[in-house]
């Protein structure tokens, strides 16, 4: 599945996007450019709008809190979830770093304490399984994944 998230949804689509869906934050709302880019690129329309045309790429999102927002989503679709494969903030699929070259590029103490890391070449971040990872893990209920590979 791949979406688009307009932008009320920004929370929702950072979730997606670290359950591994593809899915890209429009802002400020272009609705025409939104309706395009959805149809040429095969994209569902995530949105909180009714001002949106009736279409069968537009999904409206009832519930303002993320949470039931992503229940909203995960009950409409088919997602195939791949925790923790892409970048959160640029969408770009992560790629995984064997640990000797992440020396020096993250915090020592973040070093000493992990084994995996993630690069994400859109933005340049660097990814571990740290507390943000668990906490995540826990507010989205997911099951750690061993399988972190991207599967392109
Ligand atoms: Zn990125």
Known sequence: MRFIADFMLGK?????????????????????????????????ILTRSHKLPHHPSIFIIKSQDWREQLEEVKKAFPLDINPFT?????????????KPEVRGKVPYHVYEAHDEFAYCPGCGRYYWKGTHYENIKKMLGIEDANNRTPNN
Do not use: F
């Open 12 to 44: 929702l689509a950072r979730m997606l996007r670290l359950l591994g869906q593809d899915v890209i934050y429009v802002k400020p709302a272009d609705r025409n450019g939104m309706l395009k880019m959805a149809l040429e690129e095969g994209r569902v």
């Open 86 to 98: 892409r970048c959160s903030i640029c969408n770009t699929k992560l790629v995984e770093v064997p």
